[in-house]
């Protein structure tokens, strides 16, 4: 099964562009608006309540530095409600968030605000708490590196990382009662999988 699965990998080794738009910037530390020029999401705060949109799509690692920074050193008093809506991005941009987001002190509630795709359904399935609107979609897909994330002399370890990273992500897919067992291999065998959230919502329901 694993060989099968690394060989699946393998050829999905294909050249993706996952574009980041320019966003504001609000200073985490103020209870008022402040703009800065920031790619990839818009972050709002009022008083001990943070919005994080992360927008249409997830940028690289570096695109998110600064916000990783604010949310280590975010209380257990403050809120963060990340919206999630886009079409997925790259895969260190996705692996910054998650881990921030699961590591912060702050109570994190992650929002399906429409439809989502690739990386984003994929940091969904990290959230401790999770909103979904009826009537949407999710849709996950085999991991696919992109032409920025390669380099010649690193391919094989970068491989092997996404490969770990995705067997994590998965699991958690599972776990979290998003995805079933079914639905993650077929998605392992190089298909792609939607998943509407009416049907999340009662696999949700039937997880409490």
Not at 82 to 97: F, S
Not at 119 to 140: D, N, Q, W, Y
Not at 171 to 195: N, Q
């Amino acid at each position: 099964m694993a060989k099968q699965i690394d060989t699946i990998l393998i050829v999905s080794l294909v050249t993706m562009i996952f574009l980041a738009s320019v966003s504001p910037y609000v200073n985490a530390r103020t209870n008022y608006v402040t703009m800065k020029s920031q790619k990839a999401y818009d972050i709002y705060r009022v008083g001990n309540v943070i919005d994080l949109y992360l927008g249409d799509s997830i940028g690289s690692s570096d695109d998110y530095a600064e916000l990783v920074h604010e949310l280590k050193y975010l209380s257990a008093a403050t809120d963060v409600n990340v919206y999630l809506y886009g079409h997925g991005g790259n895969m260190t941009g996705l692996r910054a968030l998650q881990n921030s987001l699961l590591n912060t002190n702050a109570n994190v509630t992650m929002h399906i605000t429409s439809n989502t795709y690739s990386a984003h359904s994929m940091l969904a399935c990290t959230a401790k708490r999770l909103v979904i609107t009826p009537g949407l979609e999710m849709f996950f897909h085999p991991i696919l590196i992109t032409a920025q994330e390669l380099k010649v002399t690193d391919l094989m370890d970068m491989y092997m990382s996404y490969m770990r990273q995705m067997r994590s992500l998965f699991s958690a897919c599972i776990i979290r009662g998003i995805m079933t067992k079914e639905e993650v291999r077929k998605v392992m065998h190089g298909g792609d999988v939607y998943v509407p959230t009416d049907e999340i919502i009662k696999r949700l329901r039937g997880n409490t």
